[in-house]
């Protein structure tokens, strides 16, 4: 699916931030939380920002 290496560091903070805005429950996220483990994701597998919207431009 991709074609390097993934940085281990920002994957592991990435799902380290997911898991802790799950156990928090969704009532009590902080969803700035979410969006940084979303950013650390795209950093780690070298994606750009905007591939989120583009993968769901691509849906429609």
Request: glycine residues 2%; negative net charge; hydrophobic residues 45%.
């Amino acid at each position: 699916m991709f074609d390097q290496t993934p940085d281990q560091t920002l994957a592991a903070e990435a799902c380290c931030k997911l898991i802790s805005a799950y156990l928090a429950g969704h009532e009590a996220v902080d969803w700035s939380d979410v969006q940084d483990a979303l950013n650390a994701a795209l950093k780690a597998f070298d994606l750009p920002e905007n591939y989120i919207e583009d993968m769901a431009a691509r849906d429609l």
